[in-house]
């Protein structure tokens, strides 16, 4: 029987992760200085690293409860959620010779469930208070994907399954906030643009033509079958697509002064070939679009150190108020990395979103009554703040206790006013 030389790369890895495991008791296992918790399996995971083959075993966990609601008769309650994520990226030429190509398989799970969906203080809530909540509590193929890079490395093209967020309208994801972590077109056109941890079939055209500026261009299926929770967390099936949304983007990554500090610009636009019901008259329809522009930048370095110091971020998102409830929103924040010698890789973030539910669905809501003479059940503005402080106990191990406001929750003018409490720590195994 024939065997692809990914077949074989994939066959591999998994029998070399079954012996490995078995000699997990490392001497660096649990270190602080280990990139794993299990260490270096006695040497074993750098050279596989070394061979092509590049593990990913994590775990991330998000505590929430309500501390505080100007809602009179709300009850306090807490939410735990979290996520398993099991992947391997392969280095093809490596592996199999083939240059200047890669693949990469993800596996997730996730558990649990979210203070913002539980609450009646967060009933409406325009957004999460824990992110890694959502998209069905269940096993999904997240990654499946082969990356070339053509023309001395200036194109790159990528194909599989994964999602728009993945590359379109990317940005870090430290808080436990929704607003302000991960590409935000996916958290308000989410009934078609399918972040982590959907995966869609799709294609990336990425060209480099400076080693600080690139563009791409993707498409990527919009197949409403692919967040159905349902046995569906594995879907390779192009049954039940709807059409494709088509991103475009503009990539730069520039280094400031003598220090070099880093940053990232991104400026993009979409457009979905589905066309669906508008907001206000649903006897009409039209196509989904809408643009973004992500600035993240380091201002300052500590003691000379381009690893530690202050940053800052900017996220502006806008959708078509015809076929999009939210029309637009905004996030901007500071983070300080080792404001304490003591503590080198600790961070401090505050970050503030504001999220705007369109008019449009103010006059929907008026038109079948749902707005009564005094406003209520008005919409418009929700305003969100989270502060935290990342504990780097290892490298890896990051736990961030954090504290979360929202004013107006759902956007609603008599809205409440909620005060939230929780902890967020990633690990790898």
């Known amino acids: 029987m024939y065997l692809s030389p990914l077949s074989k790369a994939v066959s591999a890895s998994l029998a070399t992760f079954i012996l490995a495991v078995s000699a997990a008791h490392a001497d660096d296992a649990f270190s602080t200085e280990s990139q794993w918790m299990f260490g270096d399996w006695n040497g074993k995971r750098t050279e596989l690293q070394e061979k092509g083959y590049d593990f990913n075993f994590g775990y991330?966990?998000?505590?929430?409860?309500?501390?505080d609601s100007s809602k009179i008769d709300s009850t306090h309650g807490a939410e735990y959620s979290d996520q398993i994520v099991l992947g391997t990226h392969f280095d093809l030429e490596k592996i199999a010779g083939w240059k200047d190509t890669e693949a990469q398989i993800n596996v997730t799970k996730r558990m649990g469930d979210s203070l913002s969906r539980t609450s009646d203080a967060l009933d409406g809530h325009q957004t999460a208070a824990q992110e890694v909540w959502g998209r069905g509590q269940t096993w999904r193929l997240t990654d499946f994907w082969i990356k070339k890079k053509f023309f001395d490395q200036k194109l790159d093209i990528k194909v599989g399954r994964m999602g728009e967020g993945?590359?379109?309208?990317?940005?870090?994801?430290?808080?436990?906030?929704?607003?302000?972590?991960?590409?935000?077109?996916?958290d308000y056109?989410?009934?078609?643009?399918?972040?982590?941890?959907?995966s869609v079939w799709a294609a990336r055209f990425k060209y480099n033509w400076t080693p600080e500026f690139y563009t791409q261009i993707g498409v990527y299926e919009y197949n409403p079958e692919n967040i159905d929770n349902r046995g569906k967390g594995f879907n390779m099936s192009f049954d039940g697509g709807k059409g494709v949304i088509l991103p475009v983007e503009a990539v730069w990554q520039p280094k400031f002064g003598a220090s070099k500090l880093p940053g990232e610009y991104r400026l993009g636009y979409?457009?979905?070939?589905?066309?669906?019901?508008?907001?206000?008259?649903?006897?009409?329809?039209?196509?989904?679009?809408?643009?973004?522009?992500?600035?993240?930048?380091?201002?300052?370095t500590h003691h000379g150190d381009v690893n530690r110091g202050l940053s800052g971020f900017m996220n502006l998102a806008f959708m078509d108020s015809k076929t999009n409830a939210v029309t637009d929103m905004q996030n901007i924040g500071l983070r300080y990395v080792g404001m304490m010698d003591a503590r080198p890789k600790d961070d401090l973030a505050i970050g503030v979103s504001r999220i705007k539910v369109g008019d449009n669905v103010n006059r929907h809501n008026d038109s079948i009554g749902y707005v009564d003479q005094y406003g209520r059940g008005y919409q418009s503005d929700e305003i969100n703040v989270e502060l935290y402080y990342g504990i780097h106990f290892a490298n890896w191990l990051t736990v961030r206790p954090n504290i979360q406001y929202v004013n107006h929750v759902g956007g609603y003018r008599h809205g409440n006013d909620a005060w939230v409490g929780g902890i967020k720590f990633n690990t790898a195994f």
């Open 60 to 67: 991330g966990g998000q505590f929430a409860t309500l501390l």
């Open 166 to 186: 993945e590359d379109f309208n990317s940005f870090e994801c430290n808080f436990s906030n929704l607003s302000l972590c991960g590409s935000q077109i996916g």
């Open 189 to 198: 056109v989410g009934d078609q643009w399918y972040n982590w941890p959907v």
């Open 270 to 300: 979409y457009y979905s070939t589905a066309n669906v019901k508008q907001v206000v008259d649903e006897s009409k329809r039209g196509n989904k679009q809408g643009g973004w522009l992500v600035a993240n930048q380091q201002f300052t």
